[in-house]
């Protein structure tokens, strides 16, 4: 074999290894591993104890596998997902790492996923307590995938990609994540544009987001078995944020997909639609933790504790003449430059800007946790 031979082998060998190496997604880690974390905020915005939120979602959704039997005759099932829940929160605490602490709570209907030919799933509203832990999100607003807050899992394509300086109207970013249904998760790749500001409301912006969608299902199918289900399809969506206050106001996303349902020897085809709307309805501010804390902000009970009187801090060794014991029985006093307010219960609830996104009449709009309660003045040591 020539040296020139032996050149061509080797290139066709490292061709041959690239082309897998796409193939398995190990060239992008992304392309197979969306975002893990769920976005519950806009980047930028300023977290503030007894701040609240509450969301509205509404998802539906609408799967059909269509095969052939044994005999030939072409055979279909659907499945239909309809979801209507509400997500709310209050901030409990700030955690050392600047992320809040939240008190959740959520209100959904009765609705399972069916499949044809079973009836509607049933939409008795159902008000779910709040957790016993209180999830902690990190600095931008960001906490792991599922849970009670889990539906706002949609908006995670928009709000993990958005940057604290919002984009210039017409200057377009792509984003990734996977939108959460009770099939599966649904990969979005989006590419998202600043359209204008909204209406007369010069703090609100819209942005419209177009891309495809991805889908690697498995599915047990009657008839046919466990189904592996791939395919792709596009998405649009339309987004309204509220620039002072850093908040998502709203969202639309719509998306189709369709592609091959195998099993083993036998190949059929899925058809998608989706359709989810989030709408916020309630939001009060809180008030901002004091630059100068350091560490944890307790949360509602354990405000107003009082100091208790140092044991340790005497020296056992003999006094100078000209000195004594400071007293411990004077007032407290806060830490230099320490806020000497304490902290109200609530701010008085923000009216929010009209964005052209419906609520359904029936909707249930789960009420949040109630804020911590006023921070007692701390007199004398017990």
């Known amino acids: 074999m020539t040296a020139q031979t032996k050149t061509q082998v080797r290139a066709a060998g490292c061709i041959a290894v690239l082309l897998a190496l796409l193939a398995a997604g190990v060239a992008n880690p992304d392309s197979q591993n969306p975002a893990q974390k769920t976005y519950y905020y806009v980047a930028g915005h300023v977290f503030g104890i007894g701040e609240q939120q509450v969301y509205v979602v509404q998802r539906t959704a609408t799967l059909t596998v269509r095969y052939r039997d044994a005999g030939g005759s072409l055979q279909s099932q659907t499945f239909r997902q309809a979801d209507r829940d509400s997500v709310a929160w209050t901030i409990e605490g700030i955690a050392s ?10 209100a959904a209907p009765v609705s399972t996923a069916s499949a044809s030919p079973s009836p509607s799933p049933t939409m008795n509203a159902v008000a779910t307590p709040s957790p016993q832990s209180s999830p902690t999100l990190d600095a931008l607003g960001a906490g792991g995938a599922g849970g009670p807050m889990g539906a706002l899992g949609a908006a995670t394509f928009l709000l993990a990609s958005l940057p604290a300086d919002m984009p210039d109207i017409g ?3 792509f984003s990734k994540s996977a939108l959460p249904l009770r099939f599966g998760a649904l990969t979005l790749e989006m590419n998202n544009m600043v359209d204008q500001p909204a209406g007369n ?3 609100v912006v819209q942005i419209s987001s177009t891309g495809g969608c991805e889908l690697q ?10 189904a592996s289900l791939r395919g792709g399809g596009g998405a649009t969506s339309q987004s309204f944020v509220e620039t002072q206050n850093r908040l998502l106001l709203g969202m639309t996303v719509s998306a189709f997909s369709h592609g091959n349902a195998k099993m083993k020897d036998r190949t059929g085809s ?3 639609d989706v359709s989810v709307a989030i709408k916020l309805v309630h939001y009060v501010p809180g008030i901002p933790v004091y630059a100068g804390t350091v560490g944890f902000v307790p949360a509602s009970a354990y405000l107003g504790n009082t100091m208790a009187p140092d044991t340790s801090i005497y020296s056992t060794a003999e006094p100078r003449p000209v000195t004594s014991p400071a007293a411990t029985n004077t007032e407290f006093i806060p830490p230099p430059m320490a806020p000497v307010t304490p902290y109200p ?6 009216s929010l800007p009209p964005i ?3 609520q359904s009449s029936d909707q249930p709009v789960a009420s949040p946790p109630a804020p911590p309660t006023p921070t007692p003045t701390p007199s004398r040591y017990p």
């Not at 790492?97 to 959520?106: A, E, F, M, Q, Y």
């Not at 219960?345 to 923000?350: C, G, T």
């Open 171 to 173: 200057k377009p970013w």
């Open 270 to 272: 899925y058809s998608l």
């Open 97 to 106: 790492g600047g992320g809040p602490i939240l008190g959740v709570s959520t």
């Open 356 to 358: 052209p996104i419906p």
């Open 345 to 350: 219960s609530a701010l008085p609830e923000v």
């Open 217 to 226: 299902w498995k599915l047990r199918v009657k008839g046919f078995g466990a």
């Open 201 to 203: 409301q010069g703090t």
